[in-house]
């Protein structure tokens, strides 16, 4: 059996080591595809392989197509909005994510950005604190519950909104549940956005619901590009000049939005969320593990597709 690690965007070093190794410790072959860039080179790697580990990556009908022996895909970490499950599904192949296990990492960069944004983009200016301040979680996943145990400690007001997540869950946190997200937004001075991108997530942060936040506020993005409507949210920018966008994932008018908000603006040039060896070893190790699993004794306890 031959597992393909493919990471345009590498691993730590270490967490490679210790895939290769969960890896070749089972008696599997294990193969390195890293900052890959062009996609025919991921399809060229997929041909002759049974599992493949991927973060980002996008793994499509036609890299599936390619794949004429894959079994599963396992994506390290969260969101698997990059693979296409319904071909997976149709081809027999498994999906898998990691959940959980590079949530703190996400979290941790969330609270730089909320601060970074507070002290204005450490511009030499006088900002503000976020001790005091309301917080609004927007989805209380894993990402969202590890904000909420960090934001405590700067002293916020937390509150969140889950249309998925019980009520008694959010509060058993000293959370405060909201009950609409019009609510969340018109609620807090700090949004962290942790919805998944899906049909209905896709450009559902708009001027309508950020427009309700109160004056000063700041958002925060580390969940995915697509749930933003830009267009919308530099209109209200134009019309809004105390709100803040601060964004792990570099929008599509990422240039737009740097010439016209320097100030109130500012983008990773790569998500970097994730981007730490703790995370990278939780998740690569995990997904690793997950797939000796599944391999040898069957088990699907993280799939995704149907
Ligand atoms: C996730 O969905 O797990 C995060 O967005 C991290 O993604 P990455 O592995 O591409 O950094």
Request: net charge neutral; proline share 3%; charged share 25%.
């Amino acid at each position: 059996m031959k597992v393909l690690i493919a990471t345009d965007k590498p691993f730590a070093k270490v967490a490679v080591e210790g895939i290769k190794k969960e890896v070749t410790e089972a008696g599997f072959e294990c193969v390195l595809l890293e900052k890959y860039g062009e996609k025919k080179n991921l399809l060229d790697a997929v041909a002759g392989v049974n599992a493949i580990i991927i973060r980002s990556d996008v793994i499509d009908a036609e890299i599936l197509d390619a794949a004429k022996v894959l079994k599963i895909v396992v994506r390290a970490g969260a969101g698997f909005d990059n693979v296409d499950l319904d071909t997976a599904t149709a081809k027999g192949v498994c999906v898998m994510n990691t959940p959980g296990q590079n949530s703190n990492a996400v979290a941790e960069l969330a609270l730089g950005l909320m601060v970074y944004g507070v002290r204005n983009l450490y511009n030499g200016t006088s900002g503000t604190e976020l001790k005091g301040k309301k917080l609004g979680i927007h989805a209380y996943g894993n990402v969202g519950r590890n904000v909420a145990r960090i934001a405590k400690g700067f002293g916020m007001e937390i509150f969140a909104f889950d249309a998925y997540c019980p009520s008694e869950v959010i509060e058993k946190d000293g959370v405060k549940a909201l009950s609409s997200v019009e609510e969340l937004y018109s609620t807090c001075d700090v949004i962290s956005l942790h919805i998944p991108a899906t049909p209905e997530t896709k450009n559902s942060i708009n001027a309508a619901l950020v427009g309700k936040m109160p004056k000063g506020a700041v958002l925060v993005n580390t969940a995915r590009k697509e749930v933003i409507d830009e267009v919308s949210l530099i209109s209200l920018m134009e019309e809004r000049s105390d709100l803040r966008y601060m964004t792990d994932i570099m929008p599509a008018a990422h240039a737009t939005f740097a010439a016209k908000f320097p100030e109130r603006y500012f983008s990773t040039p790569k998500k970097m969320g994730a981007q730490t060896a703790e995370a990278n070893i939780n998740a690569g190790i995990a997904a690793a593990e997950q797939i000796v699993d599944f391999l040898v004794n069957g088990n699907q306890r993280f799939r995704v597709n149907k």
